[in-house]
């Protein structure tokens, strides 16, 4: 990771500094994408099991994990770990819980009433990554507001170990979520596999879930397909931005940035802090942890993206989060409760030295399904009401609509609708 100083950068620098690792949207990787979603359209199980056995490097008799299997793996599970799902399964529900919506209604003249409805999306797909580690925690961030909610399906998908299994971590967590259906397949086929349906895996209504620029691509494309489904949002690779000043503690800074760091090699961190004695001391830091990291040379690659930066004082700072919109924004700093008002495209915002990124990881009860790659802005965290969909209801008395009749009538005219204006007059006609 290189020190630098914002002052002494050019507009180009500054933006090469903060440019993500290369976001894999390239011609190659969509080409690819769409060949999967083709093969697994046309040739479904067929395809998703040939593909899991192309990429996860393993030969699975069928896609389906069964009831049997899915309690055969939670109950191996270690009773300590167990009791750590459980915590954060209480904390993430009670969170979410709060968030239940609420219908409204509202007389907006007399005679005329206005609703506002909420209802569970019926059938939704849960994608929970594998590959380079197990995360039990993401079924528990996708599995709880499902189940809050109520939707009628929950679907969940992963892809499988070299001995074809999904860890008993995961599978107590779809446990504590409801969750019965659960098949062994990731990446772009898994996506497919959801949108599209398959002899075996239901097609679904929305999926949800991060994943690698494969996965985040396929969700893109079956978004914008007739065919396929809604995605939730542009949830790729994991990053974090921290802000500090002299007053933060380097080893608890650099312990936040590998925490992130170590999530993939196309991660990024990024600090950005008032002291220049506290870019050495990161540094220092970084280089003491690193070492000490099973995952080190995954963190490693993480940093080569990664920058540490000395800004001129907190307020330039906050412009420069407000501007790259970080997934996570970490606030380790004097007073940081007066700035939060100005930050505001961040995902997830962690306040104060002992509130840690890997906190809402896991177990503080906030989702950490966030937007990344500066989507931020105009996307929202993960949250219960993703899993309804809201619409409306009016009801007019014959009072009601000739109150509004002139209104109708008018406009319909200004826009020269005649069979909008019919269908109001017709009635007053009727009336009279």
Known sequence: MQLMNWQKMSADHRQQALA???????????????????????????????????????????????????????????????????????????????????????????GVTCEQRFTALQSVGLYVPGGTATLPSTALMLGVPAQIAGCQQVVLVSPPDANGDLSPALMYAAQRCGITEVYRCGGAQAIAALAFGTETVPRVDKVFGPGNSYVTAAKQLVAQRSDGCAMDMPAGPSELLVIADATANPAFVAADLLSQAEHGADSQVILLTTSAAMLEKVEQQLMQQLAQLSRRDIATQALASSALIQVADIEQAVAISQDYAPEHLSLQFAEPQQWLAKLTTAGSVFVGDYTPEAGGDYATGTNHVLPTYGFSK????????????????????????????????????????DAHKRAVTIRMEASS
């Open 378 to 417: 105009v996307y929202s965290s993960l949250g219960l009401l993703d899993f309804y969909r809201r619409y409306t209801v009016q009801t007019a008395t014959k009072a009601g609509l000739a109150e509004l009749a002139e209104a109708i009538t008018t406009l319909a005219d200004t826009e020269g609708l």
């Open 20 to 110: 993500r690792p290369v976001q894999k949207t390239s011609t190659a990787l969509l080409e690819t994408v769409q060949g999967i979603l083709t093969q697994v359209k046309a040739e479904g199980d067929a395809a998703v099991l040939a593909l899991t056995e192309k990429f996860d490097k393993v030969a699975l008799p069928n896609l389906r994990y069964s009831t049997e299997q899915i309690d055969a793996q939670a109950a191996r599970l270690d009773a300590k770990v167990r009791q750590a799902i459980d915590t954060a399964y209480d904390t993430i529900k009670r969170f979410h819980e709060a968030q239940r919506p609420q219908n409204i209604q509202v007389e907006t003249r007399p």
